[in-house]
């Protein structure tokens, strides 16, 4: 058996790493992300977009209203805009915005 340089270790562990991201939740994806992110010096929370989404209307800007836990039927359902965001669908990066 041949024996690894380092190079090809750190390839391999890379390798087994994304593997396993790919096969776990996604919460672990985005962990990964997050490092990876912080390594090549991008801004944690948006990877320098400068701007994340809201989490209440998944960044469109407008949410579904009308029924019980958004199981409406299409003739209740109407789209309001997101008060959380002010119907922008996303807020500038609280960590890119510190000055
Ligand atoms: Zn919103
Ligand atoms: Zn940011």
Same mark, same amino acid.
């Given at each position: 058996?041949? #024996? +690894?340089? #380092?190079? *090809?270790?750190?390839? +391999?562990?890379? %390798? /087994?790493l994304l593997l396993g991201a790919t096969i776990a939740?996604?919460?672990v994806d985005? =962990?990964i !992300? !997050? @490092?990876? $992110?912080?390594?090549? %010096?991008?801004? $944690?929370?948006?990877?320098? +977009?400068? #701007?994340?989404?809201?989490?209440? &209307?998944?960044?469109?800007?407008?949410?579904? @209203?009308?029924? =019980? =836990? %958004? =199981?409406?039927? @299409? #003739?209740?359902? $109407?789209?309001? /805009? &997101?008060?959380?965001? $002010? !119907?922008?669908?996303?807020?500038?990066?609280? *960590?890119? @915005?510190?000055?």
């Amino acid at each position: 058996m041949q #024996s +690894l340089t #380092s190079n *090809e270790v750190a390839g +391999l562990a890379v %390798g /087994a790493l994304l593997l396993g991201a790919t096969i776990a939740a996604p919460k672990v994806d985005a =962990f990964i !992300a !997050a @490092s990876q $992110r912080r390594s090549l %010096g991008m801004c $944690r929370k948006c990877g320098d +977009l400068k #701007s994340v989404a809201c989490g209440r &209307c998944k960044g469109t800007g407008t949410i579904k @209203s009308g029924g =019980f =836990f %958004g =199981f409406s039927d @299409s #003739s209740n359902a $109407r789209s309001v /805009a &997101c008060d959380n965001c $002010r !119907a922008k669908g996303c807020f500038p990066c609280p *960590e890119c @915005s510190k000055s």
